[in-house]
């Protein structure tokens, strides 16, 4: 592969009406997701959730790439094709998630740090061989009062740089994530100022590393209230905010950002997203990168059970509509309750 199809891959991921469907919750949080519908969490389950995800009838009409965990890119679907061959040979570009999970950070009370750089060089270029195309690495950020500390900003922009540059080595498109969460009473303005800061040191780490920015997409929060703040901003607002955030800190080389829901439900993180892409042309594509914000509806309606598995479906087609409608700013809150 030469440069220019990791930029192809790059412009492919966020090309118009799609994006990324975040697949690739590792072990324990899959497990987390199937408690919550009371089903055990297996291999075999988990095979046969995500493959009913990837076989939904026109998925490809929505989503350009699934981002999958270690176990499922190496799984097979019930009819013997590995899962990554039945996402590529609709279109669907598939991704692995290679990060080993956010560890303490030694010395930094309560903050976490990423781990997973020893031996990354030779786990790419085996995920290549098994078919992925891009890779994602995300970095946790929490915000208190005493967090978070720019020794914890920097230990983990410091980490995705090292990343990204072996990716693009490797020819595997880095998607770079920085997530500041949600969790916690700060206002809009608390998380504007810490994504701030965090994009500044991802970007300039980057830079030092020599990534080429065109071969890589962003993967970012939005700029939102913290969970439990009194005082909830409201849509216009996290939209305007997250925008102009990006436009002082995310060059206009980067060819997209795709955002995470983080815990957004799936209408509010739809709504958002919208109505950033109707604010017009942005010197970046704006498009998703969700799991939750795209999954919460057909893994409820699937529960587990094999004569679900048609419903479920329909649901989780039915989100991907909507939120393929607000990569392109035509999405209403109408449409939620539409066929
Ligand atoms: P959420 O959209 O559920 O935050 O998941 C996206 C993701 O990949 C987090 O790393």
Redesign the pocket.
């Known amino acids: 592969m030469t440069e220019f199809e990791m930029e192809d891959i790059a412009a492919a991921l966020v090309a118009p009406s799609k994006g990324i469907l975040?697949a690739?919750e590792s072990t324990g949080t899959i497990k987390k997701r199937f408690d919550s519908i009371n089903v055990e969490s297996t291999e075999e389950s988990r095979r046969d959730y995500r493959e009913m995800l990837f076989t939904a009838e026109g998925v490809s009409d929505y989503i350009s790439g699934v981002?999958l965990y270690d176990e499922t890119l190496r799984q097979k679907a019930k009819d013997g094709r590995p899962l990554a061959e039945v996402l590529s040979s609709q279109g669907i570009i598939p991704g692995i998630?290679v990060d080993m999970g956010a560890k303490p950070l030694a010395g930094a009370e309560g903050e976490l740090v990423t781990e997973g750089l020893d031996g990354l060089r030779e786990r790419l270029a085996e995920y290549y061989e098994l078919g992925a195309r891009f890779a994602?690495w995300?970095a946790v950020i929490s915000i208190s009062d005493s967090a978070p500390s720019q020794y914890c900003i920097e230990a983990n922009a410091h980490a995705l740089a090292r990343y990204a540059a072996l990716c693009q080595e490797a020819n595997i498109v880095p998607i770079v994530?920085p997530?500041v969460l949600m969790d916690g009473d700060h206002t809009i303005d608390d998380c504007y100022a810490v994504t701030e800061t965090a994009l500044k040191a991802v970007f300039d780490e980057l830079y030092k590393q020599r990534v080429v920015l065109e071969q890589m997409l962003l993967?970012p929060n939005m700029v939102i209230s913290g969970t439990t703040c009194p005082e909830q901003a409201d849509a216009e607002e996290v939209a305007h905010k997250t925008v102009y955030c990006f436009e002082q800190t995310v060059p206009a080389a980067v060819p997209g950002i795709v955002?995470?829901?983080?815990?957004?439900s799936e209408a509010q993180?739809t709504e958002h997203l919208n109505i950033m892409n109707e604010l017009g042309s942005h010197p970046w594509e704006l498009s998703y990168?969700?799991?939750?914000?795209?999954?919460a509806s057909a893994l409820t309606t699937w529960a587990g059970k094999e004569e679900n598995v048609a419903a479920a479906q329909q649901a989780f087609i039915h989100r991907c509509k909507l939120t393929s409608a607000a990569r392109d700013g035509e999405y209403g809150t109408h449409m939620e309750t539409a066929s």
């Open positions: 975040a690739d981002i998630k994602k995300r994530e997530e993967k955002f995470l829901s983080g815990g957004q993180a990168s969700f799991g939750r914000a795209l999954q």
